[in-house]
């Protein structure tokens, strides 16, 4: 007789890395700190009509290519200097695939792209 309904499936547990041991492991750098706020407080004058550009939020919608996406954010950084009189452009990606149910669920939860879905390496 079946006298529960939890966890009917579950093979095994892993413990993930906690978001404190992730950002240890690897540190935002100065310049990576100073891009991610000097944008925020542009979006932020932007959106109050402080400042009167235009956010520009571009993808790709998820990355499956790290080299590639590398090479895209590149060209998209320059682009994003030569408008920045007119522009703030940011670049908006996930590295997992939330929605999706079936097949490649992204770079967090198979950051090796085999199928070994190491996730606390992604």
């Given amino acids: 007789m079946l006298t529960t309904t939890d966890d009917l499936r579950v093979k095994e547990l892993k413990v993930l890395s906690t978001p404190d041991e992730v950002m240890r492991e690897i540190p935002r750098s100065l310049t990576a700190t100073r891009t ?26 998820s990355i499956h290519d790290p080299v590639a996406a590398v090479d895209y954010a590149s060209r998209l950084a320059a682009l994003r200097e030569a408008l920045a009189d007119r522009l703030e452009i940011v670049m908006r990606v996930y590295f997992e695939k939330p929605r999706t149910t079936v097949g490649w669920k992204g770079l967090i939860n198979d950051p090796d792209l085999d199928g070994s879905f190491n996730i606390d390496k992604g």
């Fill in 36 to 61: 991610v706020a000097a944008s925020r407080n542009a979006i932020h004058s932007i959106l109050t009509g402080a400042d009167d550009r235009l956010v520009v939020i571009v993808g790709p919608c």
